[in-house]
Structures are given as C-alpha cells and as structure tokens.
C-alpha cells in the first residue's frame, strides 16, 4: 500500500522504502485521485441527505410480518382405546395436509381468507371429516351441510345451511359473503346459487359414505317413534368431524370458517351453530378469529364464537383466557360439549375444549406444524417446507 503524501518524509517527498522520485510522483498523483474520491463520495453523501427526506435513517431490518393458522378437525369422545394408532394416524396426516395447504397460502402473503377456505376445502374433501364427502346423514338418510365464513377485516360474512349438492360449502359460504346482498343461503336455493355461480355440484349420494351409513343405521336402531336427541349426542367414536380454521395473515387480518354435516340423525330440517355467524363462526380484527365445533344448539344459545371476542373487547381477557372461560365454564355449566380455535391479532393461537378429544392442529411463521387429537397428547410434529417429519 502507498503511504499517503502527508506521511511521507518532508522536502523531498522520499519514501522511506527508497523507491525513486518517479514513483513519488505517481504516488503523489494516485493519492491526490484518491482525495478527489473522497471529497466526491461525501458530496454525494451530503446530497443524499439533502435530498432523500424520505431514505431510510436506520439500516436495522423490519420484524417479518406475523402470520398463524389453527384447524381443527371436530371435537367429541376420542379415545386412545375407540381411535386405533393407524386411524390417528390418518387423522394426523390428513390435518398436517391441510395446515400445508394453509400455511402456504399465508407464507407467499395470501389473505387469510383464502388460507382458511383452502384448508377447509381440502378437509370437506376427506372422508374421514364430518364435512363434504364424508358428512353425517340426517333422520332422513341424507347429507346436509352447513357452513360459514367470516372476515375480520371488514366484518363481511357468508353462510350455506342444509346443502345437499355443492361439493365445497365453504366456497359457497364464500360467494354468499363476497357476491350477495345476503348473509346466509339455505337449502336448495344456496344449491341453486352455488351452481348458478359456477362451483361444482355432486349427485347427493356423492357425499355418502359406508363408514356414515353404518354409523346412521346403527343410530336409526335406537331412535324410536321420530327424532329423540340421545342423551349425549356427542358421544360415539363417528359423531365428530366438523372442521374449521382460523388465521392471521401478514396483512394483519384475521379470518374464520367452519364447515359441518351437522349432527348424526338429526331432524330434517335441523341447522347448528356452524353457519350461525356468532355461534360457530366469528371474526373481528379488534380481537379474535374463532371457530367452533360441538353440540351446536349451546354454542347458538350461549353465542360462543362472539362472547370470546366480546370478553377480550370489554373485558380485556387475553385470548386463551377468554376461550376457557367459555368453554371449561359457560359452556361446561350448562353441558354444552365442544370446543373451539382461536388466533388474535397478535398471532396467538390457542384451542379449549371440554371433551376427551378434538382433532386439532397449528403451524408457526417457521413452519412447524402441530397436531393433535387427545387431551395432553404429545404432537405430531412436521416442519412444513421442509421434508423433516420430526414424528412423534
Ligand atoms: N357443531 C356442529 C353442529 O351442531 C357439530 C359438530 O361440531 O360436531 O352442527
């Protein structure tokens, strides 16, 4: 390295290496370039401050955007001893496939509106879910589906009760909310619309399957003159499978969605909480996105997806607060069984329910994906984006 022309030994600019005067003088000259730099560098630095009122002042990076997703799959009276391991299994898969589907949506930036119709989707397409193909059948023999959706974002909602064709009601929940002046289609005419719209409808028997006939025949045995809700209607290893989603996306807006065949054998005409925005399904980015499953008819009486909201809004609970308080007590008092799934806007994620099990599942910004089925049960862990299953 040259040594600067200042350091240099005074009057005859010798260096103290020897080198010639010729060199000085290319010396000399380099350095006078290097001070002309110099002197250029920070004029333009000074004009950069001048005139870049809006350049970033600090270089320190900004916190990634949050974003989390919860589902669940159903609660009721799952067992290790009425769930064999292969069948948790299948759950198991089938819930971390759907979170994928979700969290992939909500890592490229998705609106969490479309993370929790796309993991609803892929659930009602399961038949191990108590939704689309796979639904429970009415007194009557036949499947009818409930569903909702709700965005926290501008409070818009869309709700489908007692389908028979629409192969994904929570799609037509959707188009209700999005291209409606309504908030809540039934029957054939949410049918009817869904079609006209352009989503796929099935033949009705589609969405039967042997597993829900048998479930349906054995019940039919016990129902007597007409429909007499049994004394737990919850109990029974084929009697859950409602599934749900909640999710906060990156935008910072909440969104939930449930989607159901309602419950085995029940009354012609019967509609749950799952498409009653407030009941089974609600969402506000003041406070909360819920989603509810369980004996439908305390989850409407009680309010339960609104009251969590409500106890965060005017009571100032915390999230997992406010949830237990209506699930381990409301609820419980009264023996409304179910549960629930719920993420704020802060990106907490936290289930309650008051049954032996609920098939349940969550993945982080880092992609770890949860899930499970039994009180304390241990996860089922996969790092989604990679190919870790990190088991159980
Ligand atoms: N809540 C649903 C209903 O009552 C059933 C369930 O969640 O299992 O229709």
Wanted: proline share 4%.
């Amino acid at each position: 390295m040259p040594l600067p022309i200042a350091t240099l030994p005074r009057g005859k600019n010798k260096r103290p290496d020897g080198l010639g005067n010729s060199c000085a003088c290319c010396i000399r000259f380099f350095t006078f370039g290097r001070m002309k730099h110099l002197f250029s560098l920070a004029g333009l630095l000074c004009l950069l401050m001048l005139t870049g009122a809006h350049a970033p002042t600090s270089l320190a990076p900004a916190p990634a955007p949050k974003f989390s997703l919860v589902i669940h799959g159903g609660a009721g009276y799952m067992r290790p001893d009425n769930l064999s391991p292969k069948d948790q299994e299948k759950y198991q898969l089938a819930l971390t496939e759907a979170l994928e589907h979700g969290y992939k949506i909500l890592a490229d930036g998705g609106s969490s509106v479309d993370a929790v119709e796309a993991v609803i989707t892929t659930l009602e397409d399961n038949p191990l879910f108590n939704a689309g193909k796979g639904a429970v059948l009415d007194i009557t023999g036949t499947v009818k589906m409930d569903a909702s959706l709700m965005s926290g974002e501008d409070g818009q909602a869309g709700a489908v009760a007692g389908l028979s064709r629409t192969r994904h009601p929570i799609k037509a929940a959707r188009l209700v909310m999005e291209e409606s002046p309504h908030v809540m289609l039934s029957g054939d005419g949410a049918d009817a619309y869904a079609e006209g719209a352009g989503l796929q409808t099935m033949a009705s028997d589609w969405f039967v399957t042997e597993r829900q006939k048998q479930s349906w025949q054995n019940a039919q045995k016990n129902k007597g003159n007409g429909y007499q809700a049994p004394a737990n209607p919850m109990e029974g290893s084929s009697k859950f499978g409602t599934v749900g989603a909640v999710a906060l996306d990156q935008q910072g807006n909440l969104a939930a969605g449930t989607s159901t065949g309602g419950m085995l054998n029940k009354q012609f005409g019967r509609i749950g909480d799952s498409p009653v925005i407030g009941a089974g399904t609600y969402a506000n980015n003041k406070t909360c996105a819920v989603s509810c499953t369980g004996h439908g008819e305390f989850f409407i009486r009680n309010v339960v997806a609104y009251d969590v909201a409500a106890l965060m809004q005017y009571r100032k609970l915390g999230l997992q607060q406010a949830a237990d308080l209506v699930v381990q007590e409301k609820l419980k008092t009264k023996g409304g069984d179910g549960g629930l799934i719920a993420v704020d806007g802060n990106g907490n994620m936290v289930f309650s329910f008051n049954t032996s099990g609920m098939f349940r599942g969550s993945v982080n910004q880092e992609g770890l994906a949860q899930v499970f089925i039994f009180k304390n049960d241990k996860a089922y862990e996969t790092k989604i984006g990679g190919n870790a299953d990190l088991g159980r």
